[in-house]
């Protein structure tokens, strides 16, 4: 991340994604998308989240917390 780069909210995130808020929020929390919490507000750096969603998908690597997601795809 460059040091000059304009770090996003949940609004922003949810609204490049196309997702509702709780939405952008459950892939903040279970590390499915890079973010940075500080105190109680999400921050997102939106090349991170670019790179993240155009890279190859590999459901066993997420956190031990998208498991979920890892039951899904069976």
Do not use: H, I, P, R
């Given at each position: 991340m460059s040091e000059?780069?304009?770090l996003i909210d949940i609004?922003?995130?949810a609204e490049m994604l196309g997702v509702s808020r709780d939405t952008a929020?459950?892939?903040a929390r279970e590390g499915v998308i890079p973010s940075l919490r500080i105190r109680r507000t999400w921050r997102f750096s939106p090349q991170a989240v670019r790179d993240q969603m155009a890279a190859p998908r590999d459901l066993w690597a997420y956190p031990a917390t998208a498991k979920a997601l890892r039951k899904k795809a069976s």
């Open positions: 000059f780069e304009k609004n922003e995130l929020y459950k892939y």
